[in-house]
């Protein structure tokens, strides 16, 4: 007598998704540590120092001047003082939000005059909240 034998099944393959979920997480990870970083101007401004302590704001609009009088808006350069009120009205009405805090990034070694322009275009640009960066003084020194 012969025995039958019962029809095996294919196997079952399984893709393991792990490994890749692992990946994903990491990368958003690295995009959410850098994200902040990339709204910033890349121009170099070397900022007044101050005792105020570091406050944390995480959306804000950078308003950058430097030494040689270059202007940013987050890390779009402009061309002069007459885009500032524009390009900031766009970027307010963009994140929908008249109360966004604008922040402005000015050159230590800039006259005072340089700096009070650039606030009052912010505040024609519809700037209700501006903010001046400034570096922590340590140790009594900057």
């Known amino acids: 007598m012969r025995l039958r034998q019962a029809p095996t099944a294919p196997p079952m393959v399984k893709i393991n998704v792990t490994p890749i979920i692992d ?7 690295i995009l959410l540590v850098t994200a902040p970083m990339m709204s910033m101007s890349d121009l170099p401004v070397d900022l007044p120092a ?7 704001r995480p ?16 890390e779009a350069e402009l ?25 402005v990034r000015a050159d ?16 024609e640009g519809g700037a209700r909240n501006l903010g001046i960066a400034t570096s922590q003084i340590t140790d009594g020194r900057p």
């Open 108 to 123: 230590a070694s800039l006259p005072h005059v340089a700096v009070r322009r650039l606030l009052e275009a912010a505040r």
């Open 59 to 74: 959306d804000f609009i950078s308003l950058t001047l430097a030494k040689d009088g270059r202007l940013a808006i987050d």
């Open 79 to 103: 061309g002069g003082l007459d885009e500032v009120a524009p390009r900031l009205r766009e970027r307010l009405a963009a994140r929908r939000d008249k109360d966004r805090l604008v922040v």
């Open 23 to 29: 990946v994903a997480l990491v990368l958003v990870i």
């Open 50 to 56: 101050a005792h105020a302590r570091d406050t944390e």
